[in-house]
């Protein structure tokens, strides 16, 4: 059994250990296959700095050309180990979370174990069809987190993320059939493999017409203005810990397949089609952080700053330079412990008001100082700070913008002061001014547990540390942007001859 393959098992070997009767072991059964998931992951990362080739093919429906074909690069490394980092935290974050009807933690860490093992196979898959798979796959588990444990709207809020996914999924499983088709017409035997398909000498218009079928899916996973709709109204309802997964982990699909499937597999029809990402990803920005200002309601605000964060990594993504490419390779990264510094901590400034209204706060700071601080933290990530590791990979993308095209550049970089100003607001309105009669009741001696900043330290730690050290992650995913680069057949901007503007 591959290494890969084992990675990917045994958190799906663990949900199905949850859904046998467990007699109240079932957090504890929930979070070390979670460490297990997490110590694998470290001991693939030391084989692949090592040299170590890590991959394994497999046929699998041969019929149709699919195989268990699983690989890992430095930008796919960077997106499990996010992963197994996050569901531990996650899984201590929520250790006492009831749900509804018959849902309870067992269903929780089940789903979240489930979720886990599937998005781990959709950054490791090198076969379309298996990459569809999990894709589709990852949408069960979230479906339940919501429904199972959300808010008032919950049931709502679970039917809309899953409408707007399967749409983008059958739109996608058009595309998968459209490329088995053409592997079956132009290269003789029908493969799914990614290498294989890569090499096929597919129409223009063909590949025009099947990468917008990819790229939809994609658009709505990640998600970008106008399909992305369903992400504040599934946040607000989700527990905090559930929307940590879905915007830190799951989203991160749309971005990563971007580079690896778009690109990958139709570079033309990539050049083809990025004036409209380009556009897409200019709106994302400035949208989201305006309807993020405009917030009343806490999670919604976060999750307003993730579309304009998503905005930030599609534009890296089709401006076509390796520094850009590079940075919204590292702000997948970033943004996954950004959100979850932001979405946890507001999560424990609800469960002590019991309200998600950010005029329900006021002068919190002066009563629990320590989650005032994480508050703050998690705010100046969120604004990308200098100093913090979102600053470093917003940066690298503006910054490769401006040497392919200024003024887009400057249009982006608005996003920058509309985010300076959702993050002051949000601080300001929660944790400043005098304490409010609310705030004494319930944050009088309700400062952070000791649990609870145990789940903090590791996130914020990593912001903090790779925001000073970005060279290590930095220099991991560089060659998945050069290779991206080279499949589109583009060279980075020439530097300007000294004297010359």
């Not at 079932?26 to 990362?45: D, E, K």
Request: charge should be neutral.
């Amino acid at each position: 059994m591959s290494v890969l393959t084992l990675l990917g098992l045994i958190p799906l070997v663990g949900a199905l250990a949850l859904a046998l009767p467990v007699r109240g072991a079932a957090r504890a059964i929930g979070m070390g296959f979670s460490l297990a998931t997490l110590a694998v992951a470290a001991i693939i990362t030391v084989q692949f700095l090592g040299g170590a080739e890590l991959s394994v093919q497999v046929p699998w429906i041969s019929a149709f050309g699919a195989y268990w074909a699983l690989g890992v690069d430095g930008m796919g490394l960077v997106m499990v180990l996010l992963t197994v980092i996050l569901t531990p935290l996650v899984l201590a974050s929520d250790w006492n979370v009831t749900g509804h009807g018959r849902w309870n933690a067992q269903g929780y860490f089940a789903m979240v174990l489930a979720l886990q093992g599937t998005a781990l196979f959709t950054f490791l898959a090198d076969d379309v069809l298996l990459f569809y798979v999990f894709f589709e796959a990852t949408l069960i588990p979230m479906y339940f987190l919501i429904g199972g444990f959300g808010g008032d709207h919950r049931r709502a809020a679970a039917l809309k993320f899953l409408m707007f996914n399967l749409v983008g999924g059958f739109i996608l499983l058009a595309a998968v059939i459209g490329l088995f088709a053409a592997s079956a017409s132009l290269g003789g035997t029908p493969s799914y493999l990614l290498a294989d398909l890569a090499g096929l000498p597919i129409a223009t218009d063909t590949a025009r017409f099947l990468m917008v079928g990819f790229l939809i899916a994609f658009v709505i996973k990640a998600p970008m203005v106008p399909l992305h709709t369903w992400l504040p109204f599934a946040a607000e309802q989700a527990t905090p810990g559930s929307s940590t997964l879905m915007v830190g982990i799951l989203d991160k699909i749309g971005t990563f397949a971007m580079i690896k499937f778009c690109i990958g597999l139709f570079p033309e029809a990539s050049a083809w089609v990025a004036p409209v990402m380009i556009a897409l990803a200019l709106v994302s920005i400035i949208y989201g952080a305006a309807a993020a200002i405009a917030s009343r309601n806490l999670l919604r605000l976060v999750s307003y700053t993730s579309v304009s964060h998503f905005g930030f990594m599609v534009l890296g993504i089709y401006v076509f330079t390796t520094q850009s490419i590079n940075g919204s390779i590292f702000f997948m990264v970033n943004h996954g412990f950004s959100t979850a510094a932001l979405f946890l901590t507001v999560g424990y400034l609800i469960k002590r008001r019991g309200s998600a209204d950010i005029t329900a706060f006021g002068g919190v700071e002066k009563l629990a100082p320590v989650l005032a601080g994480a508050v703050l933290l998690a705010v100046l990530s969120a604004v990308s700070l200098p100093g913090m590791s979102t600053f470093v990979s917003e940066f690298l993308v503006i910054a490769g913008t401006w040497s392919r095209t200024p003024w887009i550049a400057a249009i982006s970089a608005t996003g920058i002061v509309l985010a300076a100003t959702y993050g002051l607001l949000l601080y300001q309105r929660t944790m400043t001014g005098p304490v409010t009669e609310a705030t004494a009741e319930h944050f009088t001696r309700r400062d952070l547990s000791g649990g609870e900043r145990g789940v903090l330290i590791p996130i914020i730690t990593v912001l903090l540390v790779f925001g000073v050290l970005p060279g290590p992650v930095v220099s991991l995913v560089e060659p998945t942007a050069k290779a991206a680069m080279e499949r589109m057949q583009v060279t980075d901007p020439a530097a300007p001859a000294k004297g010359e503007k």
